[in-house]
């Protein structure tokens, strides 16, 4: 028996011109749906989506709706900075087989709640497939409040939300919506505290990097052997503070990914590798040793 539902924050592996490397996101994929992840958010912020030209981005969602067929869930980004903007995408999103569009609020010029319930209501009116919301406070500068969710929840097309860092709150509102709502919450710090509090939605990127841990983590609450789930939790913790902790996080990615045979870099410019230094600290980790020895993937 499984238990959680995981929806994986997907990286976006890119050729050195910055278009999808499509056999580094056919790998990526693949490693997600072989431990067991039920689903995938493409072009999310672990996707680098709003550093991706548009192009790029596009050819994204294709490649990962062509890929993610017949295999699990796949939500896609598409918020963007104006209605305007977020508009088009969807409108293009709206042209392929996906089962959900999440859209951050905007934060270039923060909207107010009530603007907020009016953005996401006519965006909901657009998209083909369910609507997400996307509360990020931590990058947006603004959560969305009790009041837009109770409002913005009555449209049928809009199904659920994605909340990060506001653990409180999404307590809160599971009490008030749990059976009409779908809350996704992104607390990978304590998944294994989540997990045994009864929030089964899960998302967060740092999970697609390693996706056999968070397999282990699974196993160890499915058994009620909440000690072992912690053993996982405790790794994966660590993982991400050493992400954290380079001056690129997705170099980090990068250099992780590219460790376990899949290809393709998750950075930007002007971002680069690893310098000389991180790349030794990250490899001497004994954590990370055991991450790559435990998880390698054989190169397409």
């Not at 997600?32 to 995938?40: A, F, K, L, P, T």
């Not at 990127?205 to 053993?231: F, K, M, N, T, V």
């Not at 002007?270 to 435990?294: H, M, T, W």
Request: aromatic letters at 8%.
């Amino acid at each position: 028996m499984s238990v959680g539902y995981f929806v994986n924050a997907i990286c976006t592996p890119l050729e050195d011109d910055e278009s999808v490397h499509v056999g580094g996101l056919e790998a990526h994929l693949a490693d997600q749906w072989d431990h067991g992840i039920e689903g995938v958010l493409a072009a999310g912020n672990m996707g680098q989506m709003p550093l991706l030209r548009d192009e790029t981005w596009r050819q994204l969602i294709t490649e990962s709706a062509r890929l993610c067929a017949d295999r699990g869930e796949l939500l896609v980004g598409a918020g963007d900075m104006s209605f305007e903007r977020t508009r088009h995408r969807i409108e293009f999103v709206n042209g392929h087989d996906v089962d959900g569009v999440v859209v951050m609020t905007p934060y270039y010029a923060a909207f107010s709640q009530p603007r907020l319930v009016e953005y996401y209501l006519a965006l909901a009116d657009i998209a083909k497939a369910p609507l997400y919301l996307y509360d990020l406070p931590a990058v947006a500068g603004v959560g969305i409040a009790m009041e837009t969710y109770l409002a913005v929840r009555e449209h049928p097309n809009i199904q659920g939300t994605k909340i990060s860092g506001r653990f409180d709150f999404a307590r809160q509102l599971m009490s008030r919506l749990r059976d009409t709502f779908r809350i996704i919450i992104a607390e990978p710090l304590i998944t294994d505290v989540t997990l045994r509090s009864g929030f089964s939605q899960q998302l967060d990127g740092i999970y697609s990097i390693l996706p056999a841990w968070l397999e282990q983590l699974r196993a160890g609450a499915a058994a009620g052997h909440w000690d072992q789930a912690a053993h996982w939790q405790r790794r994966i913790t660590h993982v991400r503070n050493v992400m954290l902790s380079c001056d690129s996080p997705m170099s980090f990615a990068t250099a992780i990914l590219n460790a376990r045979g899949i290809e393709g870099k998750c950075h930007v410019r002007p971002a680069g590798p690893l310098s000389d230094a991180e790349r030794e600290q990250v490899f001497e980790d004994s954590v990370i040793k055991e991450l790559i020895e435990a998880g390698a993937t054989a190169p397409a």
